[in-house]
């Protein structure tokens, strides 16, 4: 069974910065694609950012050039840099993990900002 955890929420002023990581059970080169997806409250899920096996990445407009996904496979884990930090950026924070059978999904890291 894959396992995705999340870490490195937590509350930050506008403007600031956090980084948040996904560690995952097994070899994340195994994962066709991985991504981080919020969810905020009374908001349906969103997808914020994804990332190939192959290194292509894809974000929504609306973080974009402030958040820069990475993945290393050496690690097996995933990261989100997130600048520049907004309040409409405020919500959970969710890791995924897509492979031939199936999609995983972390429990959620929960990402405050304030004005």
């Known amino acids: 069974q894959v396992q995705l955890v999340e870490s490195g929420g937590g509350l930050v002023q506008a403007g600031g910065s956090l980084r948040l990581s996904c560690a995952t059970s097994?070899?994340?080169?195994?994962?066709?694609?991985m991504g981080w997806y919020r969810q905020a409250p009374g908001k349906q899920r969103e997808l914020v950012a994804t990332?190939?096996?192959?290194?292509?990445?894809n974000y929504a407009d609306s973080v974009k050039g402030r958040f820069t996904i990475s993945r290393d496979n050496a690690k097996n884990t995933v990261s989100l840099q997130m600048n520049n930090l907004k309040p409409e950026d405020t919500a959970v924070y969710y890791c995924n993990a897509n492979n031939m059978f199936s999609s995983y999904w972390g429990q959620g890291t929960q990402v405050t900002v304030y004005s």
């Open positions: 097994g070899r994340i080169s195994s994962f066709n694609s």
């Open positions: 990332i190939t096996s192959g290194g292509n990445t």
